[in-house]
T-cell receptor, first 113, second 115 residues
Framework: AQSVTQLGSHVSVSEGALVLLRCNYS??????LFWYVQYPNQGLQLLLK??????LVKGINGFEAEFKKSETSFHLTKPSAHMSDAAEYFC???????????FGAGTRLFVKA | NAGVMQNPRHLVRRRGQEARLRCSPM?????VYWYRQLPEEGLKFMVY????????ESGMPKERFSAEFPKEGPSILRIQQVVRGDSAAYFC?????????????FGNGTRLTVT
C-alpha cells in the first residue's frame, strides 16, 4: 500500500535562506512522486513530478526535489526563500498498483522578512 | 482555457440538510477525483470516477455520501443528512487519463460549513 509521510507540519525560514521540506514514501512498486503547493483558499498546483527519468527533478518557482530510493525520500528544496513561497506544500505518491494519488498531511512554510 | 470549476465556493447547511457539490473537469479530461481536506490532515481521497462509472470509492463513507459523473454535465458529490463532522473543504481534481503519472488539476474547492 502506498503512503506518504511529511516530517514537520510547520517550517519557518528567513527570506533568502534555504528551504528544505521533507517527504518519505512507501510503495510496493516503483513510485511516481509529486509535490504540490496550495495557497490560501485555492486548490493545489503541481510544483514538480518524478517519473523515473532523472533522480533530480526541477520544478517551477526555483524548487527542485531529489529522489533517493535507498532512503525512500523525495525532499523538496529551494536555495533561497522568497516571501511569495509562503504556502502549504504537499508531497504525493501514486503507483501502478492503484488509480489514486495519496497525499501527505502537508507542511506549512512560513517565510520571515 | 478554463481549469477545473467547482461550485459553490462556500456552502452553509444546517444539520440534516443535503449538500450538493459540483465539479466540471478541465476540457478534455474524463477522469475526476474527489478529495476532502480537514485542517492539519491533508487531503483524503474519497472517490475516482470516469464518465458514467465509479472506478474507486474506497475513501467514501458508506452512508450518506454518493458521487456521480454523468455522460453530460458536471460531477456531483452529494452528502445527505449532513452532520457537523462533514464540515471541510472538498476538492475536485481531473486528469486526461488514468495513467498513474498524470498530475492532477485541482479546482479551488467548496468549503462546506454545517451549522
Amino acid at each position: 500500500a502506498q503512503s506518504v509521510t511529511q516530517l514537520g507540519s510547520h517550517v519557518s525560514v528567513s527570506e533568502g535562506a534555504l528551504v528544505l521540506l521533507r517527504c518519505n514514501y512507501s510503495s510496493s512498486v516503483p513510485p511516481y512522486l509529486f509535490w504540490y503547493v496550495q495557497y490560501p483558499n485555492q486548490g493545489l498546483q503541481l510544483l514538480l513530478k518524478y517519473t523515473s527519468a532523472a533522480t533530480l527533478v526541477k520544478g517551477i518557482n526555483g524548487f527542485e526535489a531529489e529522489f533517493k530510493k535507498s532512503e525512500t525520500s523525495f525532499h523538496l528544496t529551494k536555495p533561497s526563500a522568497h516571501m511569495s513561497d509562503a504556502a502549504e506544500y504537499f508531497c504525493a505518491v501514486s503507483d501502478t498498483g492503484g488509480f489514486k494519488t495519496i497525499f501527505g498531511a502537508g507542511t506549512r512554510l512560513f517565510v520571515k522578512a | 482555457n478554463a481549469g477545473v470549476m467547482q461550485n459553490p465556493r462556500h456552502l452553509v447547511r444546517r444539520r440534516g440538510q443535503e449538500a450538493r457539490l459540483r465539479c466540471s473537469p478541465m476540457k478534455g479530461h474524463s477522469h475526476v477525483y474527489w478529495y476532502r481536506q480537514l485542517p492539519e490532515e491533508g487531503l483524503k481521497f474519497m472517490v475516482y470516477l470516469q464518465k458514467e462509472n465509479i472506478i474507486d470509492e474506497s475513501g467514501m463513507p458508506k452512508e450518506r455520501f454518493s458521487a456521480e459523473f454523468p455522460k453530460e454535465g458536471p460531477s456531483i458529490l452529494r452528502i445527505q443528512q449532513v452532520v457537523r463532522g462533514d464540515s471541510a473543504a472538498y476538492f475536485c481534481a481531473s486528469s486526461p487519463d488514468s495513467s498513474y503519472n498524470s498530475p492532477l488539476h485541482f479546482g479551488n474547492g467548496t468549503r462546506l460549513t454545517v451549522t
